[in-house]
Each structure stands twice: as C-alpha cells, then as structure tokens.
C-alpha cells in the first residue's frame, strides 16, 4: 500500500486548491497538531472539505482515509430525531459527482454507513467524547457485489462490512473524499486535522496507518542553492510562508533550466516517519511552457521527484516519497532533518 496524500492544513493552499465548500474555512483555533486545522462551522449551509484522490480509483480498488475529528458538542438525538437517523455526516466517498459511501454517527451514537445496499449499522460509540480529538480510519471498497467497509476509531473497530453493494451507480470511479455534509440541514460544528489518504498501490504500507501526525514543516535555512533571484531577502525567507502563501509578495523566480533552490527546515521530533510529502506552489508569468519539479540534497547528492507542468495561475502540486531517496530505505526523523528540501527548474 502506499500513502497518497496528507493534509495539515497548517499550509492551507494544499486544501484550497481543491475545494472548501459553505461554511468550512481553515482556522488557527483547535489544531489537532502543528497550528491549524479544518474547521467546520454548520449554520445550515453545506459545510465540507473536498479531498481528491488523484487520478481516481476504479471499481474494487481498497482505499484507506485516515483523520482526526472534534466534534464540539455530544452525540445525542434532538427530541423530534427518531431512532437512528443521521445526526452526524463525518465522511463520504464520492465519484464522478455521485456519493457513494456516507459514514457517520446515528441518533444513538452508532457508527453509520449509507450505501446502495441501504443503511448499515455498527458499533455504539456512546458516550462518543465531544471536544476532543478522536482518530477515524475507514477502509473503503466500491463494488456493485463485492464492496466493503471497514471503520476503526482510536484503533478499535467498529464496523465491518463486506460483500454488499456500495456503489451508487455512474462508472464507480473514486474521484473525491469529503469530510462534512452536502447538505446544510446535517451541518454541524467540529474540527478536523491529519488527514491522509492510502491504497493498495505498494508495499510500503500493509494496511490501517494507525494513528499519525501530518507534520508541516517550512522552509528555516539556506541550504547548498540559492540560484533562483529572490523578490527579497534570502531565497528561504520568501518560501517561509505559514498558512496562506502571499503570492507576489515574496517568491524566487527563474528562467534558466535546470537552476535549483534548496533550504534547511524545521526540525521534526524523534519518531516514526512513513513519508515525506514535497509541497511546490508555482506558477509561470510568460507564454510558453515552464516545469518544476522537486529536490532533495542528502549527503552531497541531489535526488529529484516527478516533473510538474506551470500554469499562469499558481498550482499547489505535491509529491509523496515513502523512502529515503538517498539510500531507499525508511525514512528517519534523522533523515529528514539532516536533508535540504527544494525544487528544480526543468524547462
């Protein structure tokens, strides 16, 4: 298996450019981990944020989404709620504008799934804590016959279910996850934060993820390049950004192929590390094509990632690497503060 994607949404464009929606912003209040979170507000507005899957998934693909939720008051039913309605819309697994997969809590605090073979219950969460971060994992598989559903809250599971029908009809390509509701009428107050998505594409991650943190860490230090001309200051200083990048404020510009920037940043604690994710926010301000791709500098040598094409707009593209470049192993905490992160101009 292999990790896909992660949100902090400490860097909030890597969210942004895909979709807020109604009511959900990217707040500095009650982050899970690092300084911001997803925050969804309610106010009878849809209120979701939309993950893409890059490239979608076909039908019978297993998909994982892994994330930290708050909910900011208890799970009970309102007094004209009958037994096991929705109260809570957590997550849902979309393709080609159809939803196919919608998990949540009931009235009475079970874990929910809504699919084309009707309403599936689980496990009671009840007394499901409020104003606290829990970690949701679901395991997901959209087929006409042979779907299934797996949830785990704080690693215990609480649903699982197979051999049912859980796709809702159109081609079953998975092109989006959303946390939140469609639907303004099951808007809700809660927080989310460390969001990832996995599949079965590789062999460096088995199965549930478990609990993880999605650490963002920024540019600290010049590194070995500084080729590009920065608008300001030291070419670090003007990709330093936390939260919303300024844009034209501050940026290292180029014209020249192959010329690289690389930065020292932040350290990250001694831990586990299942990937690195590379964030590049670009874009091109003259006709023709331009392309960027991301650098790692480790012990002297440069290691590259896959080449991004420019538009006139700035694009937010990101790069998941399981290993250490340098070697192939697993990373290390070690390894990733000892490495300089930047980019490369390839045309």
């Not at 979709?19 to 507005?45: C, D, E, F, M, Y």
């Not at 300001?232 to 290292?252: C, F, H, I, K, R």
Request: a negative charge; aromatic letters at 10%.
């Amino acid at each position: 298996m292999a990790i896909r994607g992660c949100w902090s949404f400490d860097d909030t464009q890597v969210l942004a450019d895909r979709g807020l929606s109604g009511s959900a912003v990217i707040a500095t209040t009650q982050p899970r981990t690092g300084a911001q979170s997803l925050k969804l507000q309610g106010g009878g507005t849809p209120n979701r944020a939309i993950f893409p899957t890059f490239g979608g998934y076909a039908v019978g693909a297993t998909i994982g989404f892994a994330f930290g939720y708050r909910p900011s008051w208890p799970i009970s039913a309102p007094s004209n709620t009958p037994a096991g309605a929705w109260t809570y819309h957590i997550v849902s697994f979309w393709g080609e504008g159809i939803q196919h997969c919608s998990i949540g809590l009931d009235a009475d605090g079970k874990v929910q799934a809504v699919v084309a073979a009707g309403t599936q219950t689980g496990a009671s969460v009840t007394p499901c804590a409020y104003e606290v971060y829990a970690h949701w994992e679901v395991k997901y598989v959209c087929h006409d016959s042979a779907g299934s559903i797996v949830v785990k809250i704080n690693g215990v599971e609480y649903m699982n279910v197979s051999g049912i029908d859980t796709r809702t009809g159109g081609a079953g390509t998975l092109d989006a996850i959303q946390i939140g509701s469609q639907q303004g009428s099951n808007s809700y107050f809660a927080y989310a934060d460390d969001c990832v998505l996995w599949d079965t594409s590789g062999s460096d991650v088995t199965d549930f993820i478990g609990d993880m943190a999605v650490l963002y860490r920024k540019a600290s230090g010049a590194g070995n390049y500084a080729a590009w001309t920065p608008s300001a200051g030291s070419n670090y200083q003007n990709v330093d950004d936390l939260g919303t990048p300024d844009e034209d404020t501050t940026y290292n510009s180029s014209s020249t192929a192959s010329q690289k920037d690389s930065f020292a940043i932040d350290d990250i604690a001694a831990g586990t590390v299942i990937a690195v994710q590379s964030v590049i926010r670009a874009r091109k301000d003259d006709a023709g094509s331009r392309s960027v791709r991301p650098l790692f500098r480790i012990g002297g040598s440069d290691y590259v990632g896959a080449t991004v094409s420019l538009s006139d707009g700035y694009v937010t593209s990101t790069e998941v690497f399981h290993n250490d470049p340098s070697d192939t192993n697993d990373w290390t905490s070690g390894d990733v503060n000892g490495a300089e992160h930047g980019y490369e101009l390839v045309a």
